[in-house]
């Protein structure tokens, strides 16, 4: 079955770290560039970061230093490492992947909670 | 960044309406304009691509158009399933990508 599934997620304080994983199964991982995306309880979508086939890295300012995505073929997954954690960093994480390089997402994971709290 | 403008926010229809969202472009993005659909509780899932494709497994009454700054998602006969909330996504210019506000489609 083609899937994607996270896990990593949890409680942390602020100024903490917490590492994600996105496990793939059911296609060819490493042809496909590969995304996580986030959603705030109640809120819109927001990307999060981007990863290349080739391992090139893309982020938007409000997280960029402080998160670093990165991948790993042989083990069919992806990885969202953040770091300096802040209250607005709260949401569901979802890894997605990229459809033929198009930055359009034809398949995500059900996603994982990151709580950031005192 | 271009900023993704939804029309409306939300609306309510009966199951055999005809439906149609709005998304505006901040600027002009050709046709690098994506639709999702998101059921409370679920991950989103890719509707159409490249303002006008449909994805793969996505029933033909969901269509897209537009080009440049206009675009529309249109479901020609609501069904049951598809009460849920609906996003547009700009890729012309990446990074970073950007989402609509969202659709919330709800029954009358």
């Known amino acids: 079955e083609v899937q994607l599934v996270e896990s990593g997620g949890g409680l942390v304080q602020p100024g903490g770290s917490l590492r994600l994983s996105c496990a793939a199964s059911?296609?060819?991982?490493?042809?496909?560039?590969m995304h996580w995306v986030r959603q705030a309880t109640g809120k819109g979508l927001e990307w999060v970061s981007a990863?290349?086939?080739?391992?090139?890295?893309y982020y938007p300012d409000s997280v960029k230093g402080r998160f670093t995505i990165s991948r790993e073929n042989a083990k069919n997954s992806l990885y969202l490492q953040m770091n300096s954690l802040r209250a607005g960093d709260t949401a569901v994480y979802y890894c997605?992947?990229?459809?033929?390089?198009?930055?359009?997402?034809?398949?995500w994971g059900r996603g994982t909670l990151v709580t950031v709290s005192s | 960044d271009i900023q993704m403008t939804q029309s409306p926010s939300s609306l309510s229809a009966s199951v055999g309406d005809r439906v149609t969202i709005t998304c505006r472009a901040s600027?002009?993005?050709?046709?690098?304009l994506h639709w999702y659909q998101q059921k409370p509780g679920k991950a989103p899932k890719g509707l159409i691509y490249?303002?006008?494709s449909l994805q793969s497994g996505v029933p033909s009454r969901f269509s897209g158009s537009g080009s440049g700054t206009d675009f529309t998602l249109t479901i020609s006969s609501l069904q049951p399933e598809d009460f849920a909330t609906y996003y547009c996504?700009?890729?012309?210019?990446?990074?970073?990508?950007?989402f609509g506000g969202g659709t919330k489609v709800e029954i009358k």
């Open positions: 997605a992947r990229d459809s033929d390089g198009r930055w359009y997402f034809d398949l």
């Open positions: 059911g296609f060819t991982f490493s042809s496909y560039d």
């Open positions: 990863i290349g086939t080739a391992g090139d890295t």
């Open positions: 600027q002009s993005i050709s046709k690098f």
């Open positions: 490249a303002a006008s």
């Open positions: 996504q700009q890729s012309y210019s990446t990074p970073p990508i950007t």
